[in-house]
Antibody, heavy 122, light 107 residues
Framework: DVQLIQSGVEVKKPGEPLEISCKGS????????IGWVRQTPEKGLEWMGT????????RYSLSFQGQVTISADKSINTVYLQWTSLKASDSGMYFC???????????????WGQGTLVAVSS | DIQLTQSPSFLSASVGDRVTITCRAS??????LAWYQQKPGKAPKLLIY???NLQSGVPSRFSGSGSGTVFTLTISSLQPGDFATYYC?????????FGGGTKVDIK
């Protein structure tokens, strides 16, 4: 069965770095792009960016470009979302999702991780 | 960016009702639209892709239609497990965007 397992809840202070992860199993990881989506009550669902684990080709939303880094380690079937300096406004639920089609990034997400809650507060 | 506007934002319905949700795109997106269902505390679940294709394992009471700028998700006979929030998403171009959601509640 396809599964995406995300790392756990994070409680951080503004200015701290953070990396959260998403590990895939049950399919050929390198062949399917993985995206990150933030969900907040204020802005709803926001696509942040998407990476091809096979070659680390990445697409970012302009809203998040420069604010986060998406990376992948295909040797351990894992994609990462990183911040160098968190802000309170980074608080939210973060989901990873596998794009539906092989080697397709302009595609919906057919499988999702369980979500990682990030709380940033002084 | 392509804006997606869902209507209504909230609807109250009974088990057995036929429910229709609309998603309007700010520009034409052909059939590059998906629908998701999300329950509290859970990740979204893909229901429909390419506007009208039923995702594997999704009950046939769910259907999607439309192309261009206007799309609809229909639930032919609402079941207890269908009370949730529904989102549309366009995958025509980057950035991928989502609608604001439609919460379906019990009347």
């Amino acid at each position: 069965d396809v599964q995406l397992i995300q790392s756990g809840v994070e409680v951080k202070k503004p200015g701290e770095p953070l990396e959260i992860s998403c590990k895939g199993s049950g399919y050929t990881f390198r062949n399917y792009w993985i995206g990150w989506v933030r969900q907040t009550p204020e802005k709803g669902l926001e696509w942040m960016g998407t990476i091809s684990p096979g070659d680390s080709d990445t697409r970012y939303s302009l809203s998040f470009q420069g604010q986060v880094t998406i990376s992948a380690d295909k040797s351990i079937n894992t994609v990462y979302l990183q911040w160098t300096s968190l802000k309170a406004s980074d608080s939210g639920m973060y989901f990873c999702g596998k794009h539906l089609g092989m080697k397709a990034s302009l595609d919906p997400f057919d499988f999702w991780g369980q979500g990682t809650l990030v709380a940033v507060s002084s | 960016d392509i804006q997606l506007t869902q209507s209504p934002s909230f609807l109250s319905a009974s088990v057995g009702d036929r429910v229709t949700i609309t998603c309007r795109a700010s520009q034409g997106i052909s059939s590059f639209l998906a629908w998701y269902q999300q329950k509290p505390g859970k990740a979204p679940k893909l229901l429909i892709y390419a506007a009208s294709n039923l995702q594997s394992g999704v009950p046939s009471r769910f259907s999607g239609s439309g192309s261009g700028t206007v799309f609809t998700l229909t639930i032919s006979s609402l079941q207890p497990g269908d009370f949730a929030t529904y989102y549309c998403q366009q995958v025509d171009s980057f950035p991928l965007t989502f609608g604001g959601g439609t919460k379906v509640d019990i009347k």
